[in-house]
């Protein structure tokens, strides 16, 4: 959960956003201002483009995938994408997902 600072646009009172579940892109949140009852329209757009991103890089992604061992999930999560795209990519870039539940014996 991420905590963003505001002020009211008609009484300047200031407030905080809470947003819930971080997704990249634009984001519209409306907040009911608690001091003049009036309605703030925020707009604004997740900068985390280089972490969300970061899939597009084969040596970010192979060292997380091969050596930090996280699953397509997990990399899915920190990417804010769905684990068919990290798949997607890794494919891309030559890289083999492993099989559900397969490990390296040596
Ligand atoms: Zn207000």
Known sequence: MVVIPAKCVHCSTEFNILIEDLKPGLVTKTYECNFCWKYNVFEYKLR?????????NRDWL???YNSEL????Q???????TPMTIRDWMIRHDLEPRKPGHRHSN
């Open 62 to 64: 192979d060292k997380k």
């Open 75 to 81: 990399i899915a999560d920190i990417c804010g994408c």
């Open 70 to 73: 996280l699953t397509l999930q």
């Open 48 to 56: 985390s483009d280089e972490v969300i991103k970061s899939y597009k």
